[in-house]
């Protein structure tokens, strides 16, 4: 009862994040920056600052749905971040940027983790699957449990992964605003928070796949 109770609070605690994430985004990208450039003339920019000249940026749909596709080599905006001239549009382009340039300077985070998705894809297919036919099956079948734990541990090493590869992103991000003065003072700090909260969202998600590969663990021992 107990490990259901943390998975609850977890879940209860990712909720919270990802509502503050929105209000912090929301916020920020009320608060013009000086410099007036718009998210993808600041990707752009900082791409180009790096002599990152194979990438492109692009405008995606969806809210919040800004990304890196290593494959295609293209940093992927969402439309308030694209056109928009605020704090949070300056945060996010440049964070995005920062896996860019980690791709460009073979970050060994980005690299592993890259090389692990397709690992990961399939081991995420078939987890949930796995995880209900061993505790229906527990007695006749101890080996799904086993399987479900196996998958559970690529994702929680995905997971986890994860974490510096967002951190440094946003570290790059970060140093590159104030170096080159996109982003001074209350702007700047208004961009570290923003980033911040961002970051949150993938702690939550690393912590709840850790405990329930230990709930999974300990139920496999009893």
């Known amino acids: 009862m107990g490990i259901y109770i943390i998975i ?3 879940a ?3 909720m ?3 509502n503050k994430l929105r209000s912090k985004f929301s ?3 009320k608060v013009p920056i000086r410099a007036g450039l718009s998210g993808k003339e600041i990707a752009e920019q900082m791409l180009n600052s790096y002599g990152i000249y194979d990438v492109q ?3 995606s749909k969806g809210h919040l749905s800004d990304h890196y596709n290593p494959a295609k080599k293209t940093v992927n905006l969402s439309p308030e971040v694209y056109s928009g001239r605020s704090v949070a549009a300056a945060a996010v382009a440049a964070h995005e940027c920062g896996h860019a340039v980690q791709h460009a300077t073979s970050y060994s985070m980005l690299k592993f983790r890259s090389s692990i998705v397709p690992v990961v894809s399939f081991a995420a297919g078939i987890q949930q699957y796995l995880f209900l036919g061993g505790i229906f099956f527990i007695q006749t079948m101890p080996w799904l449990l086993t399987a479900a734990i196996i998958t559970y541990a690529i994702t929680t090493t995905f997971a986890l992964v994860t974490l510096p590869v967002e951190f440094d992103a946003s570290n790059r991000a970060l140093k590159w605003l104030e170096s080159s003065n996109i982003t001074e003072g209350v702007e700047h700090d208004g961009a570290k928070d923003a980033l911040k909260w961002a970051a949150m969202t993938y702690v939550v998600a690393a912590l709840s796949a850790v405990v329930m590969l230990l709930y999974l663990f300990l139920m496999s021992r009893d």
């Open 16 to 18: 919270l994040v990802q």
């Open 27 to 29: 916020h920020y990208s």
């Open 57 to 59: 940026v692009m405008s």
């Open 12 to 14: 209860v605690v990712g």
């Open 8 to 10: 609850g609070l977890m």
